[in-house]
DNA sequence: ATTGAACTGTGACCATTATCACAAGTTCTT
DNA sequence: AAGAACTTGTGATAATGGTCACAGTTCAAT
């Protein structure tokens, strides 16, 4: 796929403005990421901005002890908040990215951070649109942690996930899941043999059927 | 205290454009809130936007049978960000806005907010930044939900407000601090006493101090 | 000074979740 | 076909946090 029309096609916002289409075509770069790629590591500085054609990017916060916390998928029309503010600021991130379908993205230089949020009326609203998603996203996560318990919090996640993938089966182990949603093994296995029995899910190994 | 002083006072990456200055001081308000006051609302819609120069503002969570989680406060130099987004998407709110101590405010009226999105990169970035900002704090509370326990949430809340207060004494009872957390009270007094045993706190009425 | 309201302390009990231990099934490799 | 590595099931136990019940304290107002 070329990119202009990528960029058309997926960030219909962004590209109301030629100019910005034009942009966006001359310093951006299609590039694909394998599954499981490290896009996005803590600590470390970000040089370019992905936008999100095709494909699928988990962002997780990291623990001191390897634990971690799924946070959000971005897929796509989507970009990685993170990695813009960490570009405008120079910062390093303090998040992870992992590539959990291969994806297809745009990438952005950091160095055209500035004249974009600087010329492009549109490009604002698209990154305080972006913000407001994944602010919600997590704020209502939130809710769910401190009011939910865990068998809710599981059910909401799988039923968040078979909607991403457009899929009612869901290919994850109970150790995966187990890791994302930062609770153990066991736990999860049990919870999920309650769903089944509350005729909510089906199990099989590595696969489990919304119902 | 007048308003292109106040604004030159607490917002000083604003105030790096004399446009800019120029602009909010014309149609920016100076107002004051008393203590309580709810400023913002669920399934409301917004009209103006608080730059707050003075006091705390605390923003919620509500759930549907009353219960409410604290997300976390707006101090001087700050602004709402979600008043930011409900004004410029015509959207209602969707958390509770409380003032915490007596507030002093630069209202704008939210159909300045495309002008400023429009002309101003500074603007641009201070609205990066605050998202950025909050983004991270509630990012960091998931992480302690998922992996602390009561206690050691309690006790980060306790560090952080008497930080905002700049004062080592608390004064709040068991029972709002619940409210806040999420909690009970029973579980907070008794959590509140354990800090205590262990030389973190001292306990009087309605007063909590850090030692 | 007394009363009423708000605040705090604490025992008892239960539900949820984490952890340990181990068994059993499945898939992949050689 | 055998073994290794991964995956799932499940009992036992313990820690954490929520709920109920009730007593004792402090404060403010008449």
């Given amino acids: 796929m070329e990119i202009t029309e990528a960029f ?36 470390t500085y970000v ?3 992905p936008l999100v054609v095709s494909g699928l990017i988990k962002i997780y916060k990291e623990e001191e002890n390897g634990h971690e916390v799924l946070l959000y998928y971005i897929k796509p029309g989507e970009t990685c908040i993170v990695s813009v503010m960490a570009g405008e600021k120079n910062e390093k ?7 959990e379908e291969d994806v297809e993205v745009i990438l952005i230089p950091k160095n055209k951070l500035y004249d974009l949020r600087k010329n492009f009326p549109e490009w604002n609203l698209y990154i305080f ?18 009011f939910s318990n865990k068998e809710k919090r599981l059910y909401n996640f799988l039923l968040k996930k078979a909607d991403l993938n457009e ?7 109970h150790q995966e899941i187990a890791n994302e949603l930062g609770s153990s093994r066991e736990v999860i296995s049990r919870l999920l043999k309650k769903l089944e029995k509350n005729g909510k899910v089906s199990l099989a190994l590595k696969k489990i059927k919304i119902l």
């Fill in 129 to 146: 649109n972006s913000f407001n998603d994944k602010f919600d996203e997590v704020i209502d996560m939130v809710k769910v942690l401190t």
């Fill in 167 to 173: 899929s009612k089966i869901i290919h994850k182990s």
């Fill in 93 to 99: 991130a303090n998040v992870k990215g992992v590539v």
């Fill in 8 to 43: 058309k096609e997926y960030f219909p916002q962004l590209a109301s403005s030629s100019i910005l289409i034009n942009n966006i075509s001359n310093f951006g770069v299609l590039h694909h990421f394998d599954k499981n790629t490290v896009i996005l590591k803590e600590e």
């Fill in 47 to 49: 040089k370019v901005i």
